[in-house]
């Protein structure tokens, strides 16, 4: 291993255990935010459990055996360590453990979340480098302006069009409702995941193309790419040894924050199309005030939001000249 590799692979291993510190430190803030938060909502947790019927005695002795005349901070303590031995809690509502609620909800989010970036990555891709290649040009404007109405759309107000489009009396292609069959594999029902999955392509493609676009026109406008261009190197070799590498690394940031982002962001999509996701279990936690779904679902967002920063921050970080040891 060379002097450089060395000095790499120090670099790298001390900036990841300064950002897995950063990370854990900022998921305790965002875990104590969380619940302080679920706790300020309205209505009581024990006449949640009992009913309105229930005496004063009873909900006294609910609140005890649910800790709740503790201090905040105790009750987020016992919280805390119940989370770190995977203890989610009992839902208030079904009594079921918060484990069996959102796990498979979890995993039907993560599905279609994965499945549309696996197509909004390379479609943005393609056509950011066509129309930043041709910029100003027919195709340009049109698919700039395209992105644009696209992306002035409310999530709701676009699943609603696509729903009129593809599942009414125009093109009646693909249900309008995602339910999904219970018993079957999500990846077997793919007429109910079309309509939530295209309108997060839509979505994801009208942010991730743009960024491409905009950082494939810098690199064309750079020194060295000119130079090469009159040096007599041809447009396709220029592309791929200069402007693609270059742009991959914003790419790679710009997708792992639209993926975490989408994880967060489905709620509305979920709740418009009737899926059985995350965002469907954390908007009907809310409405029925079942507390500990509530928090467990906005602590998976946060997670995921850290975990896959910071993955896109390594991958990011390998792919630059530092990481790879220096080179350029």
């Known amino acids: 291993m060379t002097n450089a590799s060395r000095a790499a692979s120090r670099t790298i291993r001390g900036w990841l255990v300064r950002r897995s510190a950063l990370a854990i430190l900022m998921l305790l803030i965002v875990s104590f935010l969380i619940f302080c938060a679920t706790q300020a909502l309205p ?50 509502v079904s009594r079921v453990p918060v484990t069996d609620i959102l796990l498979p909800r979890i995993m039907n989010s993560f599905f279609i979340v994965t499945l549309s970036m696996a197509v909004a990555v390379p479609v943005s891709l393609a056509l950011g480098v066509l129309t930043a290649t041709r910029k100003d040009g027919l195709a340009d404007r049109t698919i700039m302006a395209g992105s644009i109405m696209v992306n002035a ?35 077997t029902q793919t007429d109910r995941l079309a309509m939530p999955v295209i309108t997060l392509i839509l979505l994801q493609v009208t942010y991730l193309y743009r960024l491409v676009r905009g950082t494939v026109i810098d690199v064309l406008q750079t020194e060295y790419v000119q ?102």
């Open 153 to 187: 759309l409310p999530e709701f107000v676009l699943g609603l069009f696509l729903v009129l489009l593809l599942s009414t009396s125009v093109f009646h292609v693909f249900p309008a409702v995602s339910l999904l069959s219970p018993g079957k594999p999500i990846w």
């Open 43 to 92: 209505g009581d947790v024990a006449l949640i459990v009992l009913g309105k019927e229930a005496s004063a005695d009873q909900v006294q002795m609910v609140r005890q055996q649910l800790n709740l005349d503790q201090p905040v901070l105790v009750q987020y303590l016992r919280w805390l360590t119940a989370l770190l031995q995977g203890d989610f809690g009992t839902s208030l």
């Open 227 to 328: 130079f090469a261009a009159l040096k007599g190197m041809s447009p396709r070799r220029i592309l791929f040894r200069h402007v693609l590498p270059n742009a991959l690394v914003p790419a790679i940031q710009a997708a792992g924050t639209i993926f975490a982002f989408s994880v967060g962001g489905v709620v509305v999509i979920e709740y418009v199309f009737g899926f059985p996701g995350l965002g469907t279990a954390l908007a009907d936690a809310v409405g029925m005030r079942d507390i500990p779904v509530v928090q467990a679902a906005v602590l998976v967002i946060s997670v995921t939001f850290f975990v896959v920063n910071i993955i896109t921050d390594i991958v990011s970080f390998m792919l630059t000249p530092p990481g790879r040891g220096g080179r350029n």
